[in-house]
């Protein structure tokens, strides 16, 4: 099993800035994907931003806004969310996707980020 823990949520007001970070833990799995996806009250789980190899993914509403990052030597990814909006209140979820042992995907508890004044 591979155990995923999100920090750096938090209540910011509009125009602010928070950085997400998520560790993991436990075994190897060689990660296919993985990044961030959130969920706001009475809505879908929606991708955020993802690495795949290389290649960085961003929602629409977030480009210009939000940048990942990982750190491969620490087993962490993160994201820097600047100017946020109110319409980026959510629950965040980091996310891995493993293609080896087998295919697997991992989900951490969630940080909630509220943006408010």
């Known amino acids: 099993q591979v155990q995923l823990e999100e920090s750096g949520g938090g209540l910011v007001q509009p125009g602010g800035s928070l950085r997400l970070s998520c560790a993991a833990s436990?075994?190897?799995?060689?990660?296919?994907?993985e990044g961030w996806y959130r969920q706001a009250p009475g809505k879908r789980r929606e991708l955020v931003a993802t690495y795949s190899g290389i290649r960085i993914n961003y929602d629409d509403s977030v480009k210009g806004r939000f940048t990942i990052s990982r750190d491969d030597a620490k087993n962490t990814v993160s994201l820097q969310m600047n100017n946020l909006k109110p319409e980026d209140t959510a629950v965040y979820y980091c996310?891995?996707?493993?293609?080896?042992?087998?295919?697997?995907?991992?989900w951490g508890q969630g940080t909630q980020v509220t943006v408010s004044s």
């Open positions: 436990g075994r190897y799995c060689n990660i296919n994907t």
């Open positions: 996310y891995h996707r493993c293609d080896w042992p087998e295919i697997s995907i991992y």
